[in-house]
């Protein structure tokens, strides 16, 4: 079955450094999902992607975070400079367009821990 | 942005015995979802309710929708312990481009061998 694909599973890095993560959506799967999840809370979307366009990043905080998905398939989801309230889960989703039932397909995150 | 709430935000059971976790949520929805995320992983899909639909099965699973209460419940039944996981709902709202899924708080469910 097929899997959205995320890397690295675990980051460490020190404040005021910059961090990527990387997704692979499931093939043919147009819109893809960047969220936050804080440990015992629930996801926060930070951006959606409809192929190459963001179609929602109102809650992006975007003067450290950005996100690109330049050919519509795998996205970069950016931090610089990354701060200790940084720390959380990042999890990537993918889901098909025009599917009406809108579930989402995630990836294993990863786990950024900042120092 | 608006989160469902979900309760209990803890449970803790034995194995065999049933588990019900409810969501409720603020405004129309197209459909409610459940999901379930084991330690430190992604989200699973679990089961998907239609708003025009009031009940829904799938094996050890049964959801009910009451839209006029805007709640939902998830029953495990006969759990084990691999059912322990933390369970979230998500509601699918709007259409087109701005279609969202808002999501719970998520209920942490313990199952006790």
């Known amino acids: 079955e097929a899997e959205v694909a995320q890397s690295p599973r675990y980051k460490i890095t020190e404040k005021s450094q910059a961090v990527a993560f990387w997704c692979d959506p499931i093939s043919g799967h147009a819109t893809l999902y960047w969220y936050r999840q804080i440990l015992g809370q629930g996801p926060e979307l930070l951006v959606q992607f409809q192929d190459e366009s963001v179609v929602d990043d109102s809650q992006l905080p975007k003067d450290r975070f950005s996100a690109e998905r330049l050919k519509g398939v795998d996205s970069t989801l950016k931090i610089q400079p990354a701060e200790l309230g940084d720390s959380a889960m990042y999890l990537c989703a993918s889901s098909r367009i025009g599917q009406l039932t809108y579930e989402q397909y995630f990836g294993p995150g990863t786990r950024l821990t900042v120092t | 942005s608006q989160q469902g709430e979900e309760d209990p935000q803890a449970l803790s059971i034995q194995e065999g015995e049933n588990a019900t976790m409810n969501c409720s949520y603020k405004t129309s929805i197209n459909n409610l979802q459940w999901y379930r995320q084991n330690s430190g992983r992604g989200l699973v899909h679990l089961i998907l309710i239609r708003s025009n639909e009031r009940e829904k099965h799938s094996g050890r699973l049964r959801v009910t929708l009451d839209t006029s209460k805007k709640s939902s419940s998830l029953l495990i039944t006969a759990s084990r312990a691999a059912d322990t996981a933390s369970y979230f709902c998500?509601?699918?709202?709007?259409?087109?481009?701005?279609?969202?899924?808002?999501w719970g708080l998520g209920t942490s469910l313990a199952v006790n061998p």
């Open positions: 998500a509601t699918h709202h709007g259409a087109g481009n701005n279609r969202k899924l808002i």
